[in-house]
């Protein structure tokens, strides 16, 4: 639903790339499509929001306040 999804910026200049309003909460996803994923890339999610989901090429880490999903796994459960 386009209506639901947004992207957000701190005032800082910092980036979500999807922020996706779930009642009563928001949903922050970030996407690194990339090998390697590293505490760093998870920065602004956990420092502006706690917890959300990271999306990566390969890396599946389900622990953690930040949850890494490989995109095409992400993009498959999405699937109806």
Do not use: C, N
């Not at 999610?45 to 959300?52: C, N, V, Y």
Request: hydrophobic fraction near 40%.
């Amino acid at each position: 639903m386009p209506q639901a999804l947004f992207y957000w910026r701190s005032a800082s200049g910092k980036e979500i790339d999807f922020l996706i309003r779930r009642a009563p909460a928001k949903l922050p996803v970030e996407l690194k499509y990339r090998q390697s994923i590293t505490g760093r890339d998870t920065h602004v999610i956990r420092q502006s929001f706690g917890s959300g989901i990271l999306l990566s090429r390969t890396t599946l880490a389900r622990t953690g306040p930040v949850r890494i999903v490989p995109a095409a796994l992400f993009l498959w459960l999405q699937e109806e």
